[in-house]
């Protein structure tokens, strides 16, 4: 099965501007969690979505979204960039996201805003 | 939030087992303890996880601790490509929400 796959890679945008990363779970896979790393604050949950539906939510401000479609692909959407938002971006799926289940990560997308 | 605590960085010399030791005392009764590592430059990948009982599989053992706030996770014998941060997780059940709370990992060196 092909893995989890994130695009964009790389990104740079300046501040104000509005970004949106995509991601691909591993067939059949119906859970997707997004997560944000940074040197001073780690790895962060953002959301998780499941059969299209946001399930679990982290503590960040509405100005991190997501939507998933019915192939279970994800976008998460960063609307109004703060140089603080800079930071490499996980999306990581699993069957159906139960507290067993192994998630898979896919290789991020580096955002950098200027 | 459930959570982890974890030494900053350890070392190993190559072919020596490693114990990578995580606190969890504030754990709750149906929290399992997942590990994860990240290589450089990659996403983390899934290394043991267990909820009681000892585990172990091809990558690694996972010894829990009879009280089950903490856990030591054990490589065999520690190779270069084991060097990474090695990230204690507990998955948390609390009010039906099924997310991960990273800690801030261990860096583990291993030396040739």
């Known amino acids: 099965k092909a893995g989890v796959t994130q695009t964009p890679r790389y990104l740079i945008k300046t501040r104000g501007q509005q970004v949106t990363l995509s991601c691909s779970p591993i067939?059949?896979?119906?859970?997707v969690s997004w997560y944000q790393q940074t040197p001073g604050q780690g790895l962060q949950f953002l959301f998780e979505?499941?059969?299209?539906?946001?399930?679990n939510k982290g503590n960040f401000p509405g100005r991190f979204s997501g939507r998933q479609f019915s192939n279970s692909r994800s976008e998460m959407n960063v609307s109004t960039l703060e140089l603080g938002d800079s930071a490499l971006y996980l999306c990581?799926?699993?069957?159906?996201?139960?507290?067993?289940?192994?998630?898979?990560f896919g290789p991020g997308t580096r955002l950098l805003v200027l | 939030d459930a959570k982890t605590t974890q030494p900053n960085s350890m070392e190993s010399n190559e072919e020596e087992p490693v114990h990578l030791p995580c606190n969890h005392s504030?754990?709750?009764?149906?929290?399992?303890i997942h590990w994860y590592r990240q290589l450089p430059s990659q996403g983390p990948e899934y290394v043991i996880h267990?909820?009681?009982s000892n585990v172990n599989n091809r990558m690694a053992s996972l010894a829990i601790a009879e009280d089950r706030k903490s856990s030591t996770l054990i490589l065999h014998r520690a190779t270069l490509r084991d060097a990474a941060v090695y990230y204690c997780?507990?998955?948390?059940?609390?009010?039906?929400?099924?997310?991960?709370?990273f800690g801030t990992g261990t860096r583990l060196k291993v030396l040739a």
């Open positions: 990581a799926s699993s069957p159906s996201g139960g507290l067993q289940e192994t998630q898979y």
């Open positions: 067939s059949g896979h119906r859970s």
């Open positions: 979505y499941f059969s299209e539906t946001q399930r």
């Open positions: 504030t754990i709750s009764g149906t929290d399992y």
């Open positions: 267990g909820l009681t």
């Open positions: 997780i507990l998955r948390d059940s609390a009010s039906g929400t099924y997310k991960y709370i």
